[in-house]
């Protein structure tokens, strides 16, 4: 089956500095490849996705990259914010099912 | 975006007994439902994915007779946990969407204490 790594598992950052978040997947497949934040105690939450026919994706502080070759996609969050503290995971959806990476607390130092 | 509505948010029960969860698609039609469970400050363990009108498909490692996984209709799938022991406390969640490779659309979550 599809195996996601996710790196790193906890990033702390200054207020107004970016954060990265970087995962790779082993299907080839895979052509989907959304991330979830997820604030505690609450649900995961659709940030961005990107699919395989491009290669990077924005919505205004948030960008995804994707290299297919590579098989690895990166989560970037620039001007981070307090609100921006949570734990973020990527997920890869193969074999019917969908895979999540081992998530990534991100803390925002005010 | 489409809603999912998981039932309880908590529940607490004595070793031993059972206890269902409930997962419903409010304002779509979800083929595949698939259940988690989260441990405290660790990722989604996928537990099992359940299949309208089929039998679900359970993670290796997770035992069958003891998570029973039930999908009646296109809009709700039950997790019960079965003769529960304080080590099934946890927190358990579900997700559904339209179609594999699109959003997944996430219940509330249930915390589940055993004692």
């Known amino acids: 089956g599809e195996n996601v790594e996710q790196h790193p598992s906890t990033l702390s950052v200054q207020e107004g500095d970016s954060a990265v978040i970087k995962c790779t997947y082993s299907?080839?497949?895979?052509?989907?490849f959304p991330w979830y934040k997820q604030e505690l105690g609450k649900r995961p939450q659709l940030i961005i996705d990107?699919?395989?026919?491009?290669g990077e994706k924005k919505d205004q502080r948030i960008a995804v990259t994707l290299n297919k070759t590579a098989k690895h996609f990166s989560l970037h969050i620039t001007e981070t914010q307090p609100e921006d503290s949570a734990v973020y995971f990527c997920a890869a959806p193969s074999y019917q099912k969908v895979t999540f990476g081992t998530g990534t607390k991100l803390q925002v130092i005010p | 975006g489409a809603v999912v509505s998981q039932h309880p948010s908590r529940v607490i029960c004595k070793s031993g007994t059972s206890v269902k969860i409930e997962c419903r698609s409010l304002?779509?039609?979800?083929?595949?439902m698939f259940w988690y469970r989260q441990f405290p400050k660790k990722s989604l363990m996928l537990m099992a994915t359940s299949n309208e009108g089929s039998k679900a498909t359970y993670e290796q490692g997770v035992e069958k007779d003891k998570f029973l996984i039930n999908h009646a209709s296109l809009t709700l799938s039950t997790l019960t946990v079965t003769s529960a022991h304080p080590e099934d406390s946890s927190f358990y969640i579900c997700?559904?969407?339209?179609?594999?490779?699109?959003?997944?659309?996430f219940g509330q979550g249930t915390r589940l204490t055993v004692v």
């Open positions: 997700s559904a969407s339209g179609q594999l490779n699109t959003e997944a659309f």
């Open positions: 990107i699919r395989s026919n491009v």
């Open positions: 304002d779509f039609q979800a083929t595949t």
């Open positions: 299907d080839s497949a895979s052509n989907y």
